[in-house]
């Protein structure tokens, strides 16, 4: 089993969802935060850290359509 | 959260969504086996609910998100030196709007007191109004299964006594709806 298939669970049980949500260990506030690259609905990637030097200050809502 | 986003424009606060994995996959939005596949339920989330901020779409293991506290709706606000500077494990427009507000404040403070500030951290347990219909709707879109999912992980929390914190309820011992 791959760390891609464990993360993209199939079902939403316990089990399978738990493990995920670590959101006590999150970045703390204040301090760098870590930088992705993330992929455009284009196709296109670009670096997080691109969008939030770009402005003041960048609200980011994770999420999914399900 | 659109609106919020646009309200701040002018002032150069940017706004963006990360793409994550299904938190309720089901018979039309499975879980992703290929970063095409996410690729394309995040065009789907445009199109179907009309997102206006940009859609940023996340590797297929979820690297960002995983970093970031893996919570399947949760709110940051990263400075532009790439300091965290609210954080929240699930987004309310409203508890967001309240910390974008504070923070463009500060320069004004800064000038109105002539001091110098200096920052510290607060935590709070928040509130937000619940959605049970709207979120059940949102289960129906990815399939039967998530719905059946879902609620039968409610039943197994209500039978082992609730599971976290206690929600603020109505006069009528209803939780409140929005």
Partial sequence: MTADSVYNYTNFVEAQFEPWLNFEASPPLGRPAPDFPLTTLAGETVALSDIWRANRYTIIEFGSIT | ?178
């Fill in chain 2, 1 to 178: 959260m659109d609106a919020l986003a646009k309200r701040h424009e002018p002032e150069q606060v940017g706004a963006i969504f990360i793409y994550t994995h299904e938190a309720h996959p089901g018979e039309n939005y499975p879980h992703h086996t290929s970063f095409e596949q996410k690729l394309r339920h995040a065009h789907d989330m445009k199109a179907k609910l009309g997102l206006q901020r940009p859609i940023l779409v996340d590797s297929l293991a979820g690297d960002c998100h995983r970093a970031y506290g893996s919570m399947p709706n949760m709110s940051w606000i990263i400075d532009r030196l790439g300091r965290p500077v609210y954080k929240a494990d699930w987004t309310d427009a409203e508890d967001v709007a309240g910390a974008v507000s504070q923070l463009l404040n500060l320069a004004e403070r800064r000038r109105v007191e002539h001091k110098p500030m200096v920052p510290y951290v607060s935590n709070r347990l928040a509130y937000r109004f619940q959605d049970r219909d709207g979120f059940l709707a949102g289960l129906e879109r990815s399939g039967p299964r998530a719905v059946t999912e879902y609620l039968a992980y409610k039943e197994r929390q209500k039978q082992a006594g609730g599971g976290g914190i206690a929600p603020i309820r109505g006069a009528a011992g209803r939780s409140r709806k929005p």
